[in-house]
């Protein structure tokens, strides 16, 4: 958590990007992810860092980076 704390003290807002639960399964097998998205994003969003999360697929319009 403190890397979070860390990247909010360098601006206003924190945004982070979290994949969604097919890319997870695409990336790192049919056994994953352990936590769907909805349960992840709410932890996330639950720490005092955190501003917004923004769920993500890694390969959305045909690329594997999520600045498409």
Do not use: H, W
Not at 52 to 67: I, K, L, P, W
């Amino acid at each position: 958590m403190k890397y979070l704390e860390v990247a909010k003290s360098f601006g206003d807002v924190l945004i982070v990007g979290l994949n969604s639960d097919a890319s997870v399964k695409r990336l790192k097998g049919e056994s994953r992810p352990i936590n769907n998205a909805e349960d992840r994003a709410y932890i996330l969003a639950a720490l005092e860092a955190v501003d917004y999360v923004v769920e993500f697929g890694a390969d959305q319009n045909g690329c594997s980076r999520c600045t498409c």
